[in-house]
């Protein structure tokens, strides 16, 4: 028998994988009981069917380690509850190096394991290959093992989740394709699907590697697209360790695991390929859908297989599967409310970790939708980070040629990206580029790190001990401190607020006294309504009621939406951050030059810390 969809609803939640049925979970269980969830077709079709299940406590943050171990503790809990099996096999995760860079950063994650209470153990070569002789130990330093990892079922966690939703007082709806996102005065007023409208005030978008299509139907940027991602099955093995963990060989790019006596081999290759080529877009019929073998594109990785896993040699292959998984320019998640629409929350772009962070991203996004901010510190997921032009076809395609390798690709310090670059460059780029500039990227704008030295390149020699550019910046620092220094501002966040009642309302939203006399700057916060701090910027004010927000340049779209939110419908806040080349002067000397290239006065007296003015060049 048919289900007849409700008229309305509070949410609604798009996608029926395992992070919409997370979502539709922890919004019930939070106790709003009003909340469906809508499926184009069945539970796990778009990516969780072939996700490879993965799960790991540790993340690159306390905030998202606390996220996965969250998720592998619900997992287990669930299970118990709902009397739905999870498949949870935590025979734990080896991860190996054979590089020192990555021993190194092996040694260091074991030591962030540690202060996050997460199980590890420093192996050394011979101890990997007594407790694991399926590995070739040949050129390998050591690896670190975490016990309390494993790999789960997909199908198995999405429909437990989807389980414990129903229990909750969730409604579930399959083949139920949503045809258009309705909205009313910049807010979210409803969805249309099989040609009935549903009104409903939030929405959550859970809808995977169809995410960026769905949001550009609505004006919302979402900077995500899927590509090719390749893994093998074997025949059965005989005599293959039942017990055998997940085992990971980031320098070659791989990983493996036991699978029902078989072995499944991924991998993360350094550069991939978009999927979808011919027409830029998934289709929306797309379901339990695969692509056609590339095993030239595999084969250079298979040989690595072989060679540090000898019993691949005479195992035969039962499956090739090649299939669509999608990657944010950071290969970070994409989490929170978007600017564009009030009320849009997204849960997208999990970036082959969705089966280990199911459960924590569900439970944020809750949080985050019920209360109207998050206290937890996930910036890094916040999908405000992105502009506009992230989510273009010609940026994002090629950044993930990129960003899929990154997971096993070496995470150094201060990394840059070499694809998408030069979106945003200052009109002085080419000067810069000529004193020796070395540039990275700065809220999107190309922005000089570090300038080199005696006539060496200009490129970073990533390290975690000492870096190539060391050098460049004791030169700089220390010419800064005694001297003077040139510090190219521009990607700084700048914002004016004017009218009526501008400094009325700056006072609502800020920590300080903001000073409205021309010319004061004034340093402060903005909190969120626990208190917690959203903001960190400067405000100067330039006339009555006129002023000019400064804040960093990594949170302008974040920033400009939390003073938005709370700005009445009379004051606008204007972006003007591409309207203005900023250059700071620092230095003891700095009065000196400026005196040398205007006539205006800069003295202590007349130009004083924490004031602005207009200058004549």
Not at 77 to 97: P, R, Y
Request: proline letters at 5%.
């Amino acid at each position: 028998m048919k289900k007849n969809i409700p008229q309305s609803c509070k949410v609604v939640v798009i996608g029926g994988g395992v992070i919409g049925c997370s979502c539709a979970y922890h919004i019930a269980k939070f106790g709003w009981k009003d909340v469906i969830l809508l499926e184009r077709d069945q539970l796990t079709s778009g990516t969780t069917w072939h996700a490879a299940g993965l799960v790991s406590q540790l993340g690159p943050s306390a905030a998202i380690t606390k996220i996965r171990k969250y998720t592998l503790d619900l997992y287990k809990e669930l299970e118990k509850k709902v009397d739905h099996s999870a498949g949870l096999k935590l025979n734990g995760a080896l991860s190996i190096a054979q590089n020192p860079g990555r021993w190194q950063e092996l040694k260091r994650q074991a030591t962030t394991a540690q202060l996050y209470d997460v199980d590890v153990q420093i192996l050394e070569k011979n101890q990997i290959k007594k407790d694991f002789p399926i590995v070739n130990e040949k050129n390998i330093l050591g690896g670190i093992l975490m016990p309390g990892d494993g790999a789960a079922d997909p199908v198995g966690v999405t429909n437990m989740l989807a389980k414990a939703a129903k229990l909750e007082g969730a409604k579930i709806f399959e083949k139920s394709p949503v045809e258009k996102i309705l909205t009313k005065n910049g807010r979210i007023a409803g969805v249309r699907v099989n040609g009935q409208e549903i009104e409903c005030e939030y929405i959550v978008l859970a809808t995977g590697m169809w995410s960026r299509q769905i949001g550009e139907q609505s004006g919302v940027s979402i900077p995500l697209y899927p590509a090719e991602h390749f893994y093998i099955i074997t025949e059965p093995i005989e005599n293959l360790p039942k017990i055998l963990p997940t085992i990971r060989d980031f320098d070659n790019s791989l990983y493996i695991k036991e699978d029902a006596g078989k072995l499944l081999v991924g991998i993360f290759e350094g550069k991939s390929i978009p999927a979808f080529q011919k027409t830029n877009k998934v289709p929306d019929d797309f379901s339990f859908g695969e692509f056609p073998e590339n095993f030239e594109h595999f084969e250079p990785y298979l040989e690595a297989a072989v060679k540090r896993f000898p019993i691949l040699e005479t195992a035969g292959i039962r499956k090739f599967f090649a299939g669509p998984e999608s990657f944010t320019p950071d290969t970070n998640t994409l989490l929170g409310e978007v600017p564009e629409i009030k009320n849009f929350f997204v849960c997208t772009g999990l970036n082959s970790i969705g089966i280990g962070s199911g459960g924590g991203v569900g439970k944020v996004t809750a949080e985050w939708l019920m209360n109207g901010h998050i206290n937890e510190d996930i910036f890094n997921y916040d999908i405000k980070r992105f502009q506009k032009f992230h989510s273009s076809l010609g940026f994002i395609k090629d950044r993930i040629t990129e960003t899929l390798g990154d997971l096993y690709g070496m995470h150094w310090p201060f990394k840059q990206h070499k694809t998408s670059r030069n979106v945003m460059i200052t009109p002085y780029h080419e000067e810069l580029k000529k004193a020796g500039a070395c540039f990275g990227v700065s809220g999107g704008y190309e922005r000089s790190m570090w300038f080199a030295q005696d006539k060496e390149k200009p490129e970073y020699q990533y390290s975690y001990n000492f870096q190539n550019w060391y050098p460049s910046v004791e030169f700089e620092t220390k010419n800064t401190v005694k001297n003077i220094g040139l510090f190219d501002l521009t990607p700084f966040s700048k914002f004016e607020l004017k009218g009526e009642n501008a400094h009325e309302e700056l006072q609502k939203l800020c920590t300080a006294n903001i000073k409205h006399e021309v010319g004061k700057c004034t340093y402060t916060q903005m909190l969120n309504p626990d208190g917690g701090i959203e903001t960190d910027l400067t405000v100067v004010c330039l006339e009555k009621n006129y002023f000019r927000i400064i804040s960093s340049a990594a949170t302008r779209e974040r920033d400009k939406f939390h003073i938005n939110k709370y700005l009445p419908n009379n004051l606008i806040l204007k972006d003007v951050t591409d309207d203005y080349c900023v250059l700071g002067v620092f230095g003891p000397n700095s009065r000196l030059l400026m005196q040398d290239l205007s006539k205006d006065d800069f003295s202590k007296e007349n130009f004083k810390f924490a004031t602005s003015k207009y200058i004549s060049i």
